[in-house]
């Protein structure tokens, strides 16, 4: 563990029990969905690559149209 999560974990085992819960909660919540986001990210590579190739190939042919934010 580094001293830096050592100093978090010193000073939220200083809240109360039902804070403590609920930054637990929390943060067992963020790196489950961090976990969920890689893996996901990790499975969908090649669907990504794809679609970036495809918009290259686009904007080679002249085939794109730039981005107008006042039209947003």
């Known amino acids: ?7 978090a974990f010193e000073e939220a085992s200083k809240l109360p029990e039902v804070e403590q819960n609920a930054l637990a909660k929390w943060l067992l919540d963020e790196l489950h969905s961090e976990r969920e986001w890689a893996q996901t990210f990790a499975e969908s590579e090649d ?3 794809r679609l970036a190739n495809e918009a290259l190939d ?15």
Not at 1 to 7: A, D, G, N, S
């Open 1 to 7: 563990m580094t001293k830096q999560l050592e100093k």
């Open 47 to 49: 669907v990504l690559e």
């Open 58 to 72: 686009e904007k080679r042919k002249g085939e794109v149209t730039p981005l107008d934010l006042d039209r947003l």
